[in-house]
């Protein structure tokens, strides 16, 4: 017997100019699929808020302080605004990873291309924040930090962050599909091997016995359980990357704090940085 | 165009086309999840803690009032109990006096209606004394003038003293 594994597959192309041609892929498919249903979700979920909450409202609320609280804990208070995005993204990922256990639809993250770009998205808002909070020249010159030498280091761990990002997922959700497409093809064979003896007849309209229930087994590991916790360390890590580029803004940037330490004579210094360490102190226990 | 093409993608591999799809999914969901479901959502939690910590603030002002207001009232009551015990005090030291001022003043009054009595009575039996006086001199010129005038026998006499007598009551 013979086992394909292979990546998405193309429903057709529509060509737009000469050669270039856009596919339409099985994972496009999921993407809308998950689009759809988590818009009928939100509808669903944001139909009737109301002050004093039914069980639907409550159920909701307390994912979102859930949600909110995470956030917060990972990315300090500040940050509270990028928790609708933090939101959307685990949503994504853990319905895209699940829809694979329809059968019907191909999980999304088992496609490069769309952990590629979500963690491209994280790269992005890491790249604006920094900017945005140490001006351009900061967020280069953050590269030279703690040395100068270190600074190829530093470019290819900035590279290789989203990379990083984007293989793990669609690694773990594309092992677990072929893992779980190895296993039903073993199941077969062992299928063929035991009942192998009865007549044609019977063998043809029987049921593949092996076939039921061990996969719904490692379905539930390999799908829902990896789903839920990938799609919680892509969100973790876009939660830590995104907050280490947008520190608290009370507390002074470690660099301009050296050169203030730099400039100032001896007793100031102290000062400073004993300033330093309460307002560190105080944020850390926020 | 070709319908349903037999195949198949790189197992690992990029198409820009699905990333530009997975952006604008990502984003439209991203947006309609902030505006319907997140936001709503977060403020509705938010404005019910800030409710809540409206009422326990309030309460708790309240309580403190009322704590306040029961320290005054009981400091109230206090003064008020005490400022009783001395108009009582007042009132009692008050009545004493008036009682022993009253007590004197009808001895005193007693005493003295007694002396005005014993005056009286003094005065009277004087004017008695000089009225009697005045009646027996008077008698004596009668009984002298009847004896002068007649000579009766014995029980004349004695009926003649009597009938003076009795004159003499009945003109008292």
């Known amino acids: 017997m013979q086992l394909e594994i292979n990546g998405a597959k193309i429903y057709f192309e529509i060509p737009i100019y000469g050669d270039i041609k856009i596919p339409v892929t099985q994972t496009m498919v999921s993407l809308l699929v998950v689009t759809i249903l988590l818009l009928t979700l939100t509808f669903i979920a944001s139909r009737n808020i109301k002050k004093r909450p039914g069980k639907l409202q409550v159920l909701v609320e307390k994912v979102v302080t859930m949600l909110y609280n995470l956030v917060e804990s990972c990315m300090g208070k500040h940050n509270l605004k990028f928790a609708p995005y933090i939101g959307t993204l685990f949503c994504c990922s853990f319905f895209g990873s699940v829809i694979g256990m329809t059968a019907i639809f191909r999980s999304t993250t088992a496609d490069l291309s769309v952990t590629g770009a979500w963690a491209l998205i994280t790269t992005g808002l890491v790249w604006y924040n920094n900017i945005k909070n140490n001006g351009f020249l900061g967020w280069l010159k953050g590269f030279t930090e703690p040395v100068v030498v270190m600074t190829p280091m530093n470019i290819v761990s900035e590279i ?27 199941l077969a064979a062992l299928n063929n091997v035991v009942f192998g003896f009865l007549p044609e007849a019977i063998f043809a309209v029987m049921p593949p016995i092996f076939q039921v229930g061990i996969p719904a087994i490692l379905s539930i590991y390999f799908d829902l359980f990896s789903g839920f916790v990938q799609a919680f360390v892509f969100c973790l890590l876009t939660m830590i990357y995104v907050g280490e580029a947008s520190p608290p803004p009370a507390t002074v940037p470690a660099t301009s704090e050296a050169q203030s330490a730099e400039v100032a004579p001896e007793g100031v210094e102290e000062v400073a940085l004993t300033e330093g360490e309460i307002v560190v102190d105080s944020t850390t226990k926020e | ?24 999914n990502i984003l439209i969901l991203y947006l309609a999840m902030r505006k319907y479901l997140f936001g709503p959502i977060k403020n509705m939690i938010d404005s019910r803690q800030k409710e809540i910590d409206d009422l326990y603030a309030d309460a708790e002002a309240s309580r403190e009032s009322a704590q306040a207001m029961e320290a005054e009232y009981q400091e109230k009551l206090a003064k008020a109990e005490e400022e ?29 209606t007694l002396r005005r009595a014993e005056e009286q009575v003094e005065l009277e039996r004087a004017r008695a004394l000089n009225e009697v006086k005045d009646e027996v001199g008077a008698l004596a010129v009668e009984i002298a003038t009847a004896i002068i005038g007649r000579d009766v026998a014995g029980e004349e006499h004695s009926a003649l003293i009597d009938a003076f007598i009795d004159n003499v009551g009945e003109d008292k």
């Open chain 1, 160 to 186: 290789a962050n989203p990379v990083a990002m984007a293989f793990r997922h669609f690694g773990n959700v594309a092992g677990g599909s072929v893992l779980t497409a190895l296993i039903y093809a073993a």
């Open chain 2, 84 to 112: 009783g015990e001395e108009i009582r005090r007042t009132a009692q030291r008050r009545a004493t006096l008036r009682e022993e001022e009253i007590l004197r003043e009808a001895e005193e009054s007693a005493r003295r």
């Open chain 2, 1 to 24: 165009m070709e319908l349903f093409l037999d195949k198949f993608e790189g197992f690992v591999g990029v198409n820009f086309w699905t990333m530009l799809f997975a952006w604008v």
